[in-house]
T-cell receptor, first 114, second 114 residues
Framework: AQSVAQPEDQVNVAEGNPLTVKCTYS??????LFWYVQYPNRGLQFLLK??????LVKGSYGFEAEFNKSQTSFHLKKPSALVSDSALYFC????????????FGAGTRLTVKP | DGGITQSPKYLFRKEGQNVTLSCEQN?????MYWYRQDPGQGLRLIYY???????QKGDIAEGYSVSREKKESFPLTVTSAQKNPTAFYLC?????????????FGPGTRLTVL
């Protein structure tokens, strides 16, 4: 069965600095990988996904993620963090053969300080 | 959150009561999902449905029930058999036929047992 791990519970960065939120995955076959963001007491908002193709995926709000097959990673990045980026971020992996089997990481809380 | 509505936003339940959480989508998506979110645990799948009048158990279905009488609606009932129902409940949908592979989420319902 597939799984994802987000090794950091909390990430703190200063506004204007680059940010990275880490995600590693385990899946048999080619992974379908996703990043979502959650603001307090809200649902998850889709940021970006990797299905196939270019290893660098660009998404909403200036975020991007790099798929690295050899390191089984899919880290979320942004060149310049904003205070408004402060939220809970979830990485997810979907079984390529089962639309309904989506596994989520435990989440990483990003805090961007002014 | 656009296209998927959940109600109520907050729900309080007494011990021994059944409660029903509403989820409606106007995205014409085939599949709908219910997840439970607990602090520090990510999302766990309760039930999913790929088509009207059909649904499948997820990882933590015990103490929950669902119905799918209309494509747009997928209500979740939390029964008195669910021993620890206090959590944040998220509904999602995806377009299986279009194979977009992405699940889109509603704003969530926070259930508290008194």
């Amino acid at each position: 069965a597939q799984s994802v791990a987000q090794p950091e519970d909390q990430v703190n960065v200063a506004e204007g600095n680059p940010l990275t939120v880490k995600c590693t995955y385990s899946v048999s076959g080619n992974p379908y990988l996703f990043w979502y963001v959650q603001y307090p007491n809200r649902g998850l908002q889709f940021l970006l996904k990797y299905i196939t193709g270019d290893n660098l995926v660009k998404g909403s709000y200036g975020f991007e993620a790099e798929f690295n097959k050899s390191q089984t990673s899919f880290h979320l990045k942004k060149p310049s963090a904003l205070v408004s980026d402060s939220a809970l971020y979830f990485c997810a992996v979907r079984d390529p053969y089962n639309n309904n089997d989506m596994r989520f990481g435990a989440g990483t809380r990003l805090t961007v300080k002014p | 959150d656009g296209g998927i509505t959940q109600s109520p936003k907050y729900l309080f339940r007494k011990e021994g009561q059944n409660v029903t959480l509403s989820c409606e989508q106007n995205l014409n998506h085939d599949a709908m999902y219910w997840y439970r979110q607990d602090p520090g645990q990510g999302l766990r799948l309760i039930y999913y449905s790929q088509i009207v009048n059909d649904f499948q158990k997820g990882d933590i279905a015990e103490g929950y029930s669902v119905s799918r009488e209309k494509k747009e609606s997928f209500p979740l009932t939390v029964t008195s058999a669910q021993k620890n129902p206090t959590a944040f409940y998220l509904c999602a949908s995806s377009d299986l036929e279009g194979r977009t592979d992405t699940q889109y989420f509603g704003p969530g319902t926070r259930l508290t047992v008194l």
